[in-house]
């Protein structure tokens, strides 16, 4: 999939229902009887059939970071550090970077986070986002501190003149703003609709409050409209894109630990994604946030959104004669860390490969009692030791990209 291509959708924006109602351009996909999308016991009910286009998304700076517009979608995550502790902060914002993270959120509780916002900006890598529930102050200061980007909440920053005042500062520093309505994040008066009806309430919240922000001259907006439920989470994106321009800012919210998170972050967003829904993106993980910058790269990858390393490796059976369980473990992490568009085989027998992997790039293998590499399926050298395969595999990476595993 080209995600050029996936933008360029005839643009439709006369619909928009401050309700949340969903649109009359996506008709209701047919189920079989008894069948239910509410596999949570949270959710939709029945599913729908997503618009055949949607409008195409607006162009919005973060830091010089282009999102929507044609964009390939922007990686994002979150500090798990007390802001006010700017150095932790700082360095976990460069290792977020480090492993391939666009922008940084922050979040901004009190005055002491936003003088430690503002150290972190003076030596950040990449962009920052500062993340304001509450007090609208502390979007202010955080403003006053450099952000690249304000989080507003719907739910707890609602008052007119509190709004006003942010987007008068917004315009002033002419930066965008995210609105972010998700299952904890919804204003006050679609509380009651929620359990009813989560995705009209979600929906119908977000487009209140940008059109309250619309209001006082703002239009650099980015929209996220997240539930911890996968499902409902897709028909929150498909209603709103159906009608509404804003660039969007993916994830389902609170998806929760390694397997668990990830898996649940994959389905959603791989079928966002792949009906061109998605300017930017987050893995909400109970784990470092360095995990959701690779699980964003990997579900990227696997779209062909995104050009990065590819590991294939098999699960291992009766016939695997090394280690290979330990060898991928070891050679794991570093792997994620290369930016580099090759794929690596990490086979445990001659039937997988360079059988089954003949198109990596590179791989390894073991058959016989002899340890062998191969390159697009040919065996290149079989004189190898299964102690050699690590060191072996970081030289020819190092050949191939200039780059070195750290290992």
């Given at each position: 999939?080209?995600?050029?291509?996936?933008e360029?959708?005839?643009?439709?924006?006369?619909?928009?229902?401050?309700d949340?109602?969903?649109?009359?351009?996506?008709?209701?996909?047919?189920?079989?009887?008894g069948?239910?999308?509410?596999?949570?016991?949270?959710?939709?009910?029945?599913?729908?059939?997503?618009?055949?286009?949607?409008?195409?998304?607006?162009?919005?700076?973060?830091?010089?970071?282009?999102?929507g517009?044609?964009?390939?979608?922007?990686?994002?995550?979150?500090?798990?550090?007390?802001?006010?502790?700017?150095?932790?902060?700082?360095?976990?914002?460069?290792?977020?970077?480090?492993?391939?993270?666009?922008?940084?959120?922050?979040?901004?509780?009190?005055?002491?986070?936003?003088?430690?916002?503002?150290?972190?900006?003076?030596?950040?890598?990449?962009?920052?986002?500062?993340?304001?529930?509450?007090?609208?102050?502390?979007?202010?200061?955080?403003?006053?501190?450099?952000?690249?980007?304000?989080?507003?909440?719907?739910?707890?920053?609602?008052?007119?003149?509190?709004?006003?005042?942010?987007?008068?500062?917004?315009?002033?520093?002419?930066?965008?703003?995210?609105?972010?309505?998700?299952?904890?994040?919804?204003?006050?008066?679609?509380?009651?609709?929620?359990?009813?009806?989560?995705?009209?309430?979600?929906?119908?919240?977000?487009?209140?409050?940008?059109?309250?922000?619309?209001?006082?001259?703002?239009?650099?907006?980015?929209?996220?409209?997240?539930?911890?439920?996968?499902?409902?989470?897709?028909?929150?994106?498909?209603?709103?894109?159906?009608?509404?321009?804003?660039?969007?800012?993916?994830?389902?919210?609170?998806?929760?630990?390694?397997?668990?998170?990830?898996?649940?972050?994959?389905?959603?967003?791989?079928?966002?994604?792949?009906?061109?829904?998605?300017?930017?993106?987050?893995v909400?993980?109970?784990?470092?946030?360095?995990?959701?910058?690779?699980?964003?790269?990997?579900?990227?990858?696997?779209?062909?959104?995104?050009?990065?390393?590819?590991?294939?490796a098999?699960?291992?059976?009766?016939?695997?004669?090394?280690?290979?369980?330990?060898?991928?473990?070891?050679?794991?992490?570093?792997?994620?860390?290369?930016?580099?568009?090759?794929?690596?085989?990490?086979?445990g027998?001659?039937?997988?490969?360079?059988?089954?992997?003949?198109?990596?790039?590179?791989g390894?293998?073991?058959?016989?009692?002899?340890?062998?590499?191969?390159?697009?399926?040919?065996?290149?050298?079989?004189?190898?030791?299964?102690?050699?395969?690590?060191?072996?595999?970081?030289?020819e990476?190092?050949?191939?990209?200039?780059?070195?595993?750290?290992?």
């Amino acid at each position: 999939m080209d995600p050029q291509a996936s933008e360029q959708r005839p643009t439709n924006v006369n619909q928009s229902q401050a309700d949340g109602s969903a649109p009359a351009a996506p008709p209701t996909a047919s189920l079989a009887p008894g069948s239910s999308m509410r596999a949570s016991g949270i959710g939709l009910g029945t599913a729908q059939s997503p618009p055949a286009h949607y409008p195409q998304r607006r162009s919005v700076s973060v830091g010089g970071v282009q999102i929507g517009g044609g964009a390939p979608c922007v990686i994002q995550s979150m500090t798990t550090t007390p802001t006010r502790d700017w150095e932790a902060t700082l360095a976990q914002v460069i290792r977020l970077a480090d492993a391939g993270c666009q922008l940084v959120r922050l979040s901004v509780p009190d005055e002491a986070s936003a003088v430690g916002f503002g150290e972190v900006k003076k030596r950040s890598p990449v962009p920052l986002i500062a993340d304001v529930h509450f007090h609208h102050r502390m979007a202010l200061r955080s403003i006053e501190e450099g952000a690249d980007k304000i989080r507003l909440n719907p739910g707890n920053v609602t008052r007119r003149e509190h709004i006003e005042e942010v987007a008068k500062e917004l315009l002033a520093a002419r930066i965008p703003v995210r609105v972010g309505s998700n299952s904890g994040s919804i204003a006050p008066r679609y509380k009651t609709q929620y359990v009813p009806d989560p995705v009209g309430a979600i929906v119908g919240s977000a487009r209140e409050y940008v059109e309250q922000l619309r209001e006082f001259g703002v239009e650099d907006i980015v929209v996220a409209l997240k539930s911890h439920d996968p499902m409902t989470t897709v028909e929150c994106y498909r209603r709103f894109a159906a009608t509404e321009p804003w660039p969007l800012h993916i994830g389902v919210t609170e998806a929760g630990p390694g397997i668990t998170g990830a898996a649940r972050s994959a389905v959603a967003l791989g079928l966002l994604l792949s009906e061109g829904i998605g300017d930017t993106m987050r893995v909400s993980l109970a784990n470092d946030p360095v995990e959701e910058v690779y699980v964003c790269r990997e579900i990227l990858a696997s779209l062909n959104l995104r050009k990065t390393v590819r590991v294939v490796a098999c699960p291992t059976c009766a016939r695997v004669e090394f280690d290979l369980l330990g060898l991928v473990e070891r050679l794991e992490k570093p792997l994620l860390s290369l930016d580099a568009p090759i794929s690596i085989a990490i086979m445990g027998c001659a039937v997988n490969g360079p059988g089954e992997a003949r198109d990596a790039d590179i791989g390894i293998c073991a058959a016989g009692g002899r340890y062998m590499l191969f390159k697009k399926g040919e065996i290149v050298r079989s004189d190898l030791t299964e102690a050699d395969f690590a060191g072996v595999l970081s030289d020819e990476i190092f050949e191939m990209t200039g780059k070195r595993l750290a290992l």
